[in-house]
């Protein structure tokens, strides 16, 4: 457990925006246990942490528990609060969460990590942290501390891209495309920055290595598909396959995957049929892969049928 000094929680008053709920001040507060969770949509780490929190806030709730999500952008797209508003639905988020596009809220608690918990005393003295998945039942026994309250832990099971990771057997890491933080890109020709180029797959693709083809605008923080029929391919060894997409302005994109140059039948993630149909339609962390077998390197690749998909990193679980 972190050692505090009676540090006060700051303010939300930077945020942007609420859902769920009204500003909250002092006064909305005080004499509540409060857990801040500071989140991004795209995050496959709070995502899988995510049912954590969900079951604390309705386990807790009535013991004085307010658990405050404070959704942070990663990516550009992730500014847009109606994204947010559709990510807190999707995920059955009935508690209040706070949209950071200036990172003001971040700032003031000197912030660093997505996901990051920080639990509050009903004085309004932070009195542990946590960056990251895991440590979910010292977490758990930190609230029930402040609240006073001892019960058994709540049975959490994450279901679909909310399920734990498969560690064991992840052997490949995140993966930024945007040459802000790409690593491991493996065309056949060098990677042009902030102007259209014309793509081709190696003919061997290494472990842990990605590639382009197509026509494709390899900009800061994402690649843009330029021309319809453009393919993302990355090898990887994992249980898990994901991908954040985002159609831009544009309508909903169509998009195949294929793995090991097959449809994935049963090792299809959830946003893909068995024969590897998908639908861009809006911006968010697509699973492409879940492997229920024998977990063992794979080649992914996805092709777009319409120009405009923007992608912006692969996770794996």
Not at 100 to 112: L, P, Q, R
Not at 123 to 132: C, L, P, Q, V
Request: one cysteine or more.
């Amino acid at each position: 457990m972190s050692v505090f000094q009676r540090v006060r929680m700051p303010s939300l008053d930077g945020a942007t925006g609420w859902v769920k709920s009204d500003p909250l001040g002092p006064a909305e507060l005080r004499g509540h246990v409060v857990l801040v969770n500071f989140w991004t949509l795209t995050c496959i780490n709070w995502l899988r942490q995510e049912p954590y929190v969900r079951a604390w806030s309705q386990a807790y709730r009535d013991d004085g528990l307010l658990v405050v999500g404070l959704h942070t952008p990663e990516f550009s797209f992730e500014h847009d609060i109606d994204g947010v508003r559709q990510a807190v639905e999707v995920r059955d988020i009935d508690y209040p969460v706070a949209q950071d596009n200036d990172y003001a809220v971040w700032s003031a608690f000197a912030n660093h990590y997505w996901p990051a918990l920080y639990f509050i005393d009903a004085e309004g003295i932070i009195r542990d942290d946590h960056f990251g998945e895991g440590r979910y039942e010292q977490s758990e026994r930190v609230i029930q501390r402040l609240l006073g309250v001892a019960r058994d832990l709540v049975s959490v099971e994450g279901v679909g891209v909310e399920a734990d990771a498969s560690w064991d057997h992840l052997q490949t890491p995140e993966t930024y495309l945007g040459y802000g933080r790409s690593e491991q890109f493996a065309s056949s020709r060098d990677a042009a920055f902030d102007q259209r180029g014309s793509y081709e797959l190696p003919q061997d693709l290494g472990l842990n290595r990605w590639a382009l083809a197509g026509e494709w605008t390899i900009g800061r923080e994402d690649v843009a598909l330029e021309q319809a029929g453009g393919s993302i391919a990355y090898r990887f060894h994992a249980r898990d396959a994901h991908l954040v997409l985002s159609p831009g302005a544009r309508d909903p994109i169509p998009f195949r995957v294929l793995l090991d140059g097959e449809g994935p039948g049963s090792s299809h993630g959830e946003d893909v049929d068995e024969d590897g149909n998908g639908l861009l339609g809006d911006g968010r962390l697509y699973q492409l892969v879940r492997q229920h077998d024998t977990v063992q390197e794979r080649t992914l690749e996805i092709t777009f049928l319409a120009p405009g998909a923007e992608a912006y990193s692969f996770t794996f679980g």
